[in-house]
């Protein structure tokens, strides 16, 4: 689910407790979660629901003024015909978040890290200079990064992704930068090849 700022915001402070989306069919599920820049948003319940049940106070949990606005809302990035009230919480931190600034490797973190992204390379190396580009070019745009490694940008963020994933690159609100885990892998390979 991709959700506004002042939503995300409403999350954390705990006055946004539902969301509603036009989807055809549940593009999620109760007992799902989703990481977002807030931490991670656990979906606790999914139901359909008919449009002319919500509510003020239904639209208001979901950071709407009134139930006209909200519908407005959904009906314009609506998915499908079929209208679907999700119950949601803040479940806590994105553990990425920790594992980025985990900076005491071992030998054997280095060497599980080393076949991961070997796993990650097996069509075609990627990984090392993906991480080398970012860190030699923070803060740029996917779309000016991509063509340096030959990728076209969906694939070049897909793959980023994957780095994040293990600790290794932070998104900014502008392109990315080597977080301080792939700074230290960074490191302890240029030390020792």
Known sequence: MIFTAATLDGIVAGVVTLAYRRWDRPRVRAGGSQRTRIGVVAFDAVDPVDPGDVADADARAAGFDSA???????????????????????????????????????????????????????????????????????????????????????????????????GLTESLDIGYRISPRGRAVLDRWDDHG
């Not at 600034?101 to 080393?114: H, I, P, Q, S």
């Not at 803060?139 to 000016?144: C, K, L, Y």
């Open 68 to 166: 006209a606005a909200l519908l407005a809302f959904v009906d314009r990035k609506a998915h499908g015909p079929n209208l679907y009230r999700i119950r949601l919480r803040l479940a806590g931190p994105d553990p990425r978040a920790a594992l980025r600034e985990d900076t005491e490797l071992t030998d054997d973190d280095l060497a599980l890290l080393r076949r991961r992204m070997a796993r990650m390379d097996a069509n075609g190396p990627w990984t090392e200079a993906t991480l080398r580009l970012i860190d030699a070019r923070p803060a740029v745009v996917s779309t000016e990064l991509a063509p340096a490694v030959g990728m076209d940008r969906p694939t070049f963020k897909q793959r980023v992704r994957r780095l994040k994933e293990l």
